[in-house]
């Protein structure tokens, strides 16, 4: 650092002689006296010139007075302890946060991020609907899915119009997706793959009678879109077809929500690894080790307990399937909404968010859990 950082006046070497015998004072050289013709004058470097500070606020240091430096010449020094007798309470002593090293961030007491009271509630209730519904009639309870399909695919191309600009066919969408559950429970695969693709052929055709401008970024939005959301929706219909079917779709949404539970329990306790910190920050590996651990044991008990012909071991590797595909399946919500630039879908669920943000996770897991089922214990 040179002088010229604290205002110091120049000297020899930096553009200014010193004094010689026989002249008189110079501003900013330190003497007793006015210096008389053949008296012999000591060199000595000017004192700098401290400029004014301050009395409070800025970056100035309380205890001492004077500036505080920052910058990289300063990263190896370690900041200074206070005094015991430091002045004022309890609550303003020990360490300044600003003084901290550089790179060290201000430790913070974690937060579960989310109002817990609304989530428990919303989700309590919500259950409720989905198992009274599930074990009464079945046909109401694919009702409870067609609507969450509809909601969710509104949801989606909501978002993308607002964000994106994407135009994707709402009622096509919305009727072909109502449309392939219930043909998956009536009519099984084969129904559900009609009702795909007369599905995308209607996004293709409505789209048409609108201007030409966009028109393959809309419609490849709209075929998305229908697979994302109504598509793997159907799986839970196809489940719900077999003579357990209700056991099945009860075993499916217990696993993904202990997945789901066990994750952010363990994540929000001891996680301290990123999984995927550009995808989504608050995910880490310790949360993924609690997802796969919680849906194991859940899907051991759940084999064994509640399938006909069912056994431990098959449960075991379904619950590792199961925390496989909730994970994958709520990072790729997450990239979509990365790319959209939003934090949720929607906010019809306090404390959740929207109808997508519940079904991020469900989705993808519904035709993991369909075929190993079937692989396991037959279609029922």
Known sequence: MNDSSWG?????GYGEPWPTPGQGPVQGVASAGPVYEG????????????????ASGGDQDDDRGTARLRGPLFRDELPQEPMESEPGPPSHRGPDPAS?????PTPQKKSAGRDLGA?????????????ASLFIVK??????IAVAVVVGVWELTSRLSERKGIKAPLIPLALGGAAMVIAGYARGPEGAWVAVALTALAVLVWRMTQPPEGYLRDVTAGVFAAFYVPFLATFVALMLRADDGAWRVLLFLILTVVSDTGAYAVGWRFGSHKLAPRISPGKTREGLV??????MVAGALGMQFMIDDGAWWQGLLLGLAVAASATLGDLGESMIKRDLGIKDMGTLLPGHGGIMDRLDSLLPTAPVVWLLLVLFVGSG
Request: hydrophobic share 50%; proline share 12%.
């Open 8 to 12: 110091a006046p120049s000297r020899t």
């Open 100 to 104: 901290a090293p550089a790179g060290q």
């Open 39 to 54: 008296q012999d004058v000591q060199e000595t470097r000017p004192m700098p010139i401290v400029p004014d500070l301050p």
């Open 119 to 131: 989530a428990i509630g919303v989700g309590l209730g919500l259950g409720v609907v989905v198992v």
């Open 290 to 295: 609690g997802a796969v651990t919680f849906a």
């Open 139 to 144: 046909a109401v309870f694919v009702g409870v």
